[in-house]
């Protein structure tokens, strides 16, 4: 018996897979690109399903049209496939998969197993004819490809030096000789005893996740054509007095399905700007060229100098360089040959560089498709500041570019879903949009996560490192609460529980003698600091040799608060009361060591030598604590000069202690940074606002969104399950705020306007959703349907 009504885990649904995997024998070790392909036969016309896997990756094509991509990025007991179901007519038909292992040169989030692909028809009786390990498959090693090590700190794998005289071009259409019978491994599942056990290799999962968007687009113009090749550019600025204007509408026509003929012995530099920042496979077609080489790089924006990392003005190009990664192609000569890669790139410019040797190469076009997970806003938000319009477009763009198979940081760097930038993401996506299956997909991989020698959360998974924060492992449990809040699922929510209660209890073992938890021995960031201080060192807050903190204590308070929310929604009334008894013991310890009466604030450290704009937010945050020290620590805040003060990452959680302080006009106020974003040329929100920002696209500094909704329209969940609606509008500074938040039951619509020295506040629900409105220190009742109120 299911006690909790939970789906069993596919292998239990599933145990008799009909096909195995099968391998390319001839690959030998990664990096290697292979070829499988099955030709077969169908009597008559039916439609097929299919589910479909490949380690690392695979590109499917069925009658030499791509069908999918895979597979969903997870690990080992979460290993994904695809399915699909294609209407294929009566028949000669061929199936053909392009798949690749890059080894050690694979992206930093790419878990790898066995190299190998798997296609199993639903239909145990095709499996014969179409089936892995079963039909006649058949394999080949493609060749061509020299794979490059990307610069340190960019983790999104091996880019390409393609040779296309030693490619085989006819394999990428199933044609050609050399194909050898594929080596077929174990089952896909093992038996033992009558009982269905999985093989060890993999636990096999259906994707958890619809197929990434894929849509073509053109960038907006080409800034700069030079004369010059790879030599003559890299290392060097772009300079306005070799620009050849008169040659930027050909180039642009490359874009828009126009060819253009490059003369031999002939050097080109092309700087491309894409209007915005995309996430895309790029497609370059050309015939003839032999001996030429073709470089495309990408970069999210120049850089002020050679070295270093100072980057002003994004919309900046000359005098400034280019430092972009990317690929390079090298034809042989032949006619329509078809360059592309096999990961993604990411950013705002481009640079094609094109060296011509004794024969002239024709470039037919450059094909730009933007991938991403298929995210839209399905309410809306607007003001009277436009420039705040304007950071919503640019925070929902941020988003939508960090959202792929997982969240991710940022998709030119790492490309890893890291749990602190994930809780905030997962926020923004719950206002945004009624699509929670990446939140879903987080909360699980994280837990799954926890296999390691520490039986803690990792940072960042899917993985290879295995780092550890300590404040991420408390983040990962609010993320529990915030799903149990906005969405629900009191079961699914119970099945996290287990998890949540052992790290709290791993985390608070780590306690000294008076009663604070130290810090543990990792890396123990909380957040990056805004000036150089030898007492953040490496986003670590300051502590003494007794390695006490208040920040890392008052989160632990917080969660501990929100753990005690879900244990009461789970009906689990002693654990909820055993979490609130350890959060107010805890803040008695924190507020004897770390209050400093003569400042009217907590101290970072028990010596009391630094102080921090993130330990009076997370104070602020938490209910244990009395509320009138919060409102003394709050006015005591507002007006010190000297703290270190929170990044556009931590001042999500500053945002939230503003306005439950009622100071949403100080808000306002430090929005000025996402503001200003037009006039730097930014497109997206960076990792931190500061000159030296690595990187220009950083989803964490997308929150605006979350708290335009949830704190100056002020609507929130006034019970778990979002069952019912409080709406407490604080406009601060704005005289108009109108925003739609999609909710299960329709759109909950708040409407705010200043009107001479009143205001009119509008409030829809839809129905079966009721609420309160609360106003100053009055509330009023919701019901489903239109209110309008004048105050």
């Known amino acids: 018996m299911n006690q909790f009504n939970i789906k069993p885990p596919p292998w239990q649904q599933t145990p008799d897979w009909p096909c195995r995997w099968i391998s390319c024998h001839e690959a ?90 798997l296609l199993s028809p639903e239909d145990e009786a095709l499996a014969p004819l179409m089936g892995t390990g079963e039909a006649h498959w058949e394999t080949k090693p493609l060749p061509g490809y020299r794979f490059v090590q990307t610069p340190s700190g960019i983790g999104t794998g091996a880019k390409l030096d393609i040779d296309g005289a030693s490619f085989d071009w006819d394999a990428m259409s199933g044609e050609g000789g050399g194909w050898l019978p594929a080596q077929a491994g174990e089952p896909v599942y093992l038996k033992s005893n009558q009982l269905h056990l999985s093989s060890v290799l993999r636990y096999m999962r259906p994707a958890s996740l619809p197929a990434m968007q894929e849509t073509s687009f053109r960038p907006a113009s080409v800034r700069f054509v030079g004369q010059a090749g790879i030599k003559e550019s890299d290392g060097r600025p772009v300079e306005a007095a070799h620009d050849l204007p008169e040659e930027h509408s050909s180039w642009s026509g490359l874009f828009a399905g126009g060819s253009m003929e490059i003369s031999a012995h002939t050097r080109k530099r092309v700087v491309i700007d894409l209007g915005n920042y995309y996430c895309f496979y790029p497609e370059l077609t050309v015939s003839g060229g032999r001996g030429s080489v073709i470089r495309l790089h990408w ?18 190009i000359v005098g400034k360089w280019f430092r972009g990664i990317g690929d390079t192609f090298r034809p042989d000569g032949g006619v329509g040959r078809r360059f592309d890669t096999l990961w993604w790139h990411a950013g705002r410019y481009a640079e094609l560089i094109v060296e011509t040797e004794d024969e002239a190469l024709r470039l037919h076009e450059l094909r730009l498709t933007e991938t991403r997970y298929p995210l839209s806003m399905e309410g809306f938000l607007s003001c009277q500041d436009e420039r705040l319009d304007q950071v919503v477009a640019a925070s929902f763009r941020t988003l939508q570019m960090c959202a792929h198979e997982t969240y991710m940081d940022c998709p030119y760097w790492e490309q890893l879903m890291y749990v602190g930038d994930t809780r905030i993401q997962s926020l923004i996506t719950y206002v945004s949009t009624l699509d929670d299956r990446l939140p879903r997909k987080a909360l699980d991989m994280f837990r799954a996560s926890r296999s390691n020698h520490l039986g803690l959360v990792n940072c960042a998974y899917p993985d290879q490192g295995g780092k550890h924060i300590s404040s991420f492992s408390l983040w990962w449990a609010a993320m529990v609460y915030d799903y149990a809040l906005w969405r629900g699922d009191r079961e699914w929510v119970r099945l996290m529980m287990a998890s949540v209660r052992d790290e709290l209890e791993r985390l608070m073992c780590n306690r000294s003698a008076n009663g604070a938890v130290k810090l543990p021995v990792s890396w123990n960031f909380l957040d990056w600091p805004m000036y150089p201080s030898g007492a953040w060192s490496h986003g670590e807050p300051p502590h003494g040799p007794d390695r006490l903190n208040a920040a890392y204590n008052l989160l632990i308070i917080y969660t501990l608060e929100l753990v005690s929310k879900i244990e009461d929604y789970l009906g689990e009334t002693e654990l909820a009361a055993r979490a609130l008894r350890l959060a107010e013991q805890l803040s008695d310890t924190v507020e004897r060591l770390f209050w400093n009466e003569e400042r009217l604030m907590f101290a970072d450290d028990t010596e009391h030598l630094h102080f921090s704009e993130h330990a009076q937010v997370l104070a602020t945050l938490c209910g244990s604590l009395a509320p009138e020290l919060k409102r003394r620590l709050m006015s005591s805040f507002l007006q010190a000069g000297d703290l270190m003060r929170t990044s556009i990452y931590f001042d999500h959680y500053t945002f939230e202690a503003l306005a439950a302080g009622g100071k949403t006009d100080v808000l306002l106020a430090r929005l000025e940074p996402w503001l200003g974003m037009g006039e730097r040329g930014l497109r997206t929100t960076p990792e931190i606002f500061l000159d030296h920002s690595r990187s220009d ?95």
Not at 93 to 112: F, I, N, T
Not at 299 to 316: L, M, P, V, W
């Open 28 to 117: 030998g070790p990664a990096p290697f690109v292979v070829m499988y392909r099955c030709t077969f036969n169908l009597k008559e016309s039916r439609r097929v399903r299919i589910n479909v896997s490949g380690d690392e990756r695979y590109e499917l094509y069925f009658d030499r049209d791509r069908i999918g991509r895979g597979s969903e990025r997870g690990d080992r007991i979460n290993w994904f496939y695809e399915t699909y179901e294609v209407e294929i007519p009566a028949g000669e038909h061929q199936w053909l998969a392009r798949c690749w292992s890059l080894g050690e040169l694979k992206p930093w989030a790419q878990v790898s197993v066995q190299p190998g692909f």
């Open 299 to 316: 970069e999210e924006s120049f850089y002020d100098e050679a070295q270093g990392h100072r980057k002003t003005n994004r919309e900046d």
């Open 697 to 791: 696209c950083h989803a964490w500094g997308a929150h605006p969104i979350y708290h335009l909704y949830a704190n100056l329209l002020g609507i929130r969940p006034a019970s778990m399950g979002f069952a019912a609606v409080e709406i407490r509008p604080q406009p601060g500074a704005l005289s108009y705020l109108h925003g739609k938040l999609p909710h299960r039951n329709g759109f909950i619509e708040v409407k705010v306007v200043a009107s001479g020295m009143k205001w009119l506040v509008e409030a829809s629900l839809p129905p079966g959703l009721s609420g309160t409105l609360v106003w100053g220190d009055e509330t009023y009742p919701l019901q489903e349907g239109q209110h309008v109120f004048q105050f």
